[in-house]
């Protein structure tokens, strides 16, 4: 199934969040976030960031989903146009 296309600014600042918490330069958007060294607690640490930071409300049970930048900018777009961070 082909994927939507990622809105910039939402992609660059999960990406962000990312690349902070897992101590890496880059990730790829579609990078499982367990199989790039994550773990649950980093999870948690990621899903409050994105709430406090964005707004975003991403369940534990949404982003075990599809743990990926991908995957989070889904929820967010899937919320409508509250859930994304500002431009």
Same mark, same amino acid.
């Given at each position: %199934?082909?994927?939507?296309? +990622? !809105? &910039?600014? *939402? *992609?660059?600042? =999960? ?6 918490? +897992?101590?890496? !330069? ?5 990078? #499982? /976030?367990? !199989? =790039? $060294? ?7 640490? +990621?899903? @409050?960031?994105?709430? !406090?930071? /964005?707004? %975003?409300?991403? *369940?534990?049970?949404? /982003?075990?989903?599809? &743990? *990926?930048?991908? $995957?989070?900018? #889904?929820?967010?777009?899937?919320? $409508?146009?509250?859930?994304?961070? &500002? @431009?």
């Amino acid at each position: %199934m082909r994927q939507p296309p +990622l !809105e &910039p600014t *939402t *992609t660059d600042a =999960v990406a962000a969040i990312f690349r902070d918490l +897992l101590e890496v !330069e880059d990730v790829d958007p579609e990078a #499982n /976030f367990f !199989e =790039v $060294g994550g773990h649950s607690f980093l999870a948690v640490q +990621l899903l @409050a960031r994105l709430r !406090e930071e /964005f707004g %975003m409300q991403v *369940t534990v049970r949404q /982003f075990l989903a599809e &743990p *990926t930048i991908r $995957g989070v900018c #889904n929820v967010a777009f899937a919320a $409508g146009p509250s859930a994304s961070p &500002p @431009a």
